[in-house]
């Protein structure tokens, strides 16, 4: 399987993109940009795939400069792309359930313009060519950016390490074991070790193998349901394994996905601690909990398992105050005869990078945040995450999830006050399934993205 792939990405043709040289003026939007603190009515100026104006644009330059374009964007939002640390595009080998073309659609529709894709494709992402493959397609292409992460151990078996040095040269900004837990400890330690030797990062889900093998979160609700649960216990074993090893082997390490109180606790430990710690939380965790379940609805079989109430709660005041880092969509489109099952045989995961943005702004008003502020967790700081794997040996890193002079094109048009429904007919992914769905919580979706640029390229519009 992995030679014939091989040999696709050899007979492919790498020529280059056509330059971008057209130019584009929006006006009137309020613009938004964590980064810097920015947050006006004002004018952007884009030139190719750079912005050259952020403010007011000087009258001189207007009347030298050829415009292409110039869209009146007055009660609309204007943000950095969006930058999810965790979707799945499914390729290769999994078409079945999400094609590069629709699941890099998705993530442009919902305003993400950079997204780190794990490394549990079919073949797994273990070796240059595959990678080098994957992300000559996702260019190919012309939409939202894709960052894989390479496997930290050979085909996540948990037993040989990678090469790491050869994944990161092929693209990989960082490496992990996706939803497969490395039992064995000892080999842990040696990949964290060598991490840190050459400054990689590992993107870890914290979940004992043994304690994780359940469907539904440990509690009442599970017992009455008559379904196998998996205890917090699950959680807060492996964050405490991990922060050991951190403190011996000196690795970065993100944690993906966290689900409960005492995980949060754990986190803000290390932190404290000074340990090189990071993390994110779904926003499936983040708005949900057990009894979104309802009478056995597939739909909300995930990874990690809805939990109570009062660890959804702790996860959002951790993602208000910093704790976790950043908010990711978890996107994981996930094959319609795959759900149409009994709730413990079904396949986990949910379609969700479309719904990002509307999702965090849901929690921003809930929480009552500054708008500048809270956007900050999808935006600027899971940015700042990303660019250390991309900086890895580079003499400058790219300034993602932000807004600069001289900086990147990438950015979205938002709409903070459309309501839409969300369902398999307003879904642009290849998977169709969310607990969001309006059929299953009877609420309508507050805010939509209109239009999306990747490097100063419209790469989505919607009327």
Not at 134 to 153: E, I, K, M, V, Y
Not at 426 to 433: C, D, F, R, T, V
Request: proline share 5%; with cysteine.
């Amino acid at each position: 399987m992995k030679a014939r792939f091989r040999r696709k990405n050899q007979r492919m043709n790498t020529s280059a993109h056509t330059t971008n040289t057209s130019t584009t003026v929006i006006t009137n939007a309020r613009v938004i940009d964590p980064y810097s603190g920015l947050d006006n009515i004002a004018d952007v100026g884009v030139q190719g795939a750079r912005i050259v104006h952020l403010g007011a644009i000087p009258h001189d330059w207007l009347s030298s400069t050829q415009i292409d374009q110039t869209i009146d964007a007055k009660g609309l939002w204007l943000l950095p792309g969006l930058v999810d640390l965790c979707a799945r595009v499914k390729e290769p080998g999994l078409e079945h359930e999400g094609m590069l073309a629709s699941e890099l659609r998705a993530a442009v529709a919902g305003g993400v313009t950079s997204l780190v894709c794990p490394p549990d494709t079919d073949p797994v992402l273990d070796e240059s060519g595959l990678v080098e493959m994957l992300r000559h397609r996702a260019d190919q292409l012309n939409l939202a950016q894709l960052f894989p992460l390479g496997a930290l151990t050979k085909g996540l078996m948990g037993e040989t390490l990678t090469e790491m040095g050869a994944l990161t040269q092929a693209g990989c900004v960082g490496f992990g074991q996706a939803e497969v837990c490395l039992t064995d400890t000892h080999v842990l330690q040696r990949a964290l070790t060598y991490a840190s030797t050459f400054g990689y990062g590992v993107h870890l889900h914290p979940q004992d193998p043994y304690l994780s093998r359940g469907v539904a979160a440990s509690g009442p609700l599970a017992l009455r349901m008559g379904l196998s649960s998996v205890p917090v216990a699950s959680e807060t074993i492996a964050i405490e394994t991990i922060l050991a090893l951190m403190r011996s082997s000196g690795a970065r390490v993100h944690l993906s996905r966290l689900s409960s109180a005492q995980g949060v606790a754990l986190v803000r430990r290390g932190k404290e601690e000074g340990l090189p710690l990071t993390c994110d939380v779904s926003m499936n965790s983040l708005h949900l909990s057990e009894v979104d379940m309802g009478y056995f609805d597939s739909r909300a079989r995930l990874i990690p398992p809805l939990r109570q109430a009062r660890d959804r709660d702790a996860l959002r005041d951790a993602l208000a105050s910093g704790v976790i880092d950043a908010l990711v969509s978890d996107h994981n489109p996930v094959a319609g005869d795959m759900k149409v099952l009994p709730f413990a045989q079904a396949e986990p995961g949910a379609s969700g990078v479309e719904l990002l943005l509307s999702l965090t702004l849901k929690w921003i008003l809930e929480m009552d945040l500054a708008v500048v502020d809270g956007l900050r967790v999808v935006t600027a700081t899971p940015g700042g995450i990303l660019s250390q794997g991309v900086g890895v040996g580079a003499s400058a890193q790219p300034k993602l999830g932000r807004l600069a002079v001289g900086g990147a094109a990438d950015f979205c048009l938002f709409d903070p006050h459309e309501v839409w429904s969300v369902n398999a007919q307003s879904l642009i992914s290849q998977g169709k399934h969310t607990p969001f769905d309006f059929e299953m919580n009877g609420s309508a979706m507050t805010g939509r993205v209109k239009s999306t640029w990747v490097q100063g390229r419209r790469v989505y519009a919607r009327a």
